[in-house]
Nanobody, 129 residues
Framework: QLQLVESGGGLVQPGGSLRLSCTASGFTFRTYDIGWFRQAPGKEREGVSCISTRGVGTDYIDSMKDRFTISRDNTKNTVYLQMNNLKPEDTATYYC??????????????????????WGQGTHVTVSS
């Protein structure tokens, strides 16, 4: 059974850090692009970052490009989103999603929800003092 499970969310103070994990099972993980999306209260879901099968990351939100880093460990079927210097506006439910099998070296249209086949249930991040 194909499954994506996010973890690592929680409550953190502004300026703090969190590392989100997305662990996959039930498919050939290394052949799939993995994306992170987030949905803030009252807002639409938006693409945050995507990592290709080659391990090339693409970021989609200007305000996070120097603060968030996406990475993957194919030996653990896991993608990580390291989030540093968190701000209250980063408060959201964060979702990972998978699409594939993927053949391009980079994520194309990685912020487009409709390009993904599978989704996790999300992990909530609250940034507040």
């Amino acid at each position: 059974q194909l499954q994506l499970v996010e973890s690592g969310g929680g409550l953190v103070q502004p300026g703090g850090s969190l590392r989100l994990s997305c662990t996959a099972s039930g498919f050939t993980f290394r052949t799939y692009d993995i994306g992170w999306f987030r949905q803030a209260p009252g807002k639409e879901r938006e693409g945050v970052s995507c990592i290709s099968t080659r391990g090339v990351g693409t970021d989609y939100i200007d305000s996070m490009k120097d603060r968030f880093t996406i990475s993957r460990d194919n030996t653990k079927n896991t993608v990580y989103l390291q989030m540093n210097n968190l701000k209250p506006e980063d408060t959201a439910t964060y979702y990972c999603a998978a699409r594939g099998p993927a053949h391009l070296p980079i994520c194309a249209d990685g912020a487009t929800e409709g390009r993904y086949n599978y989704w996790g249930q999300g992990t909530h991040v609250t940034v507040s003092s």
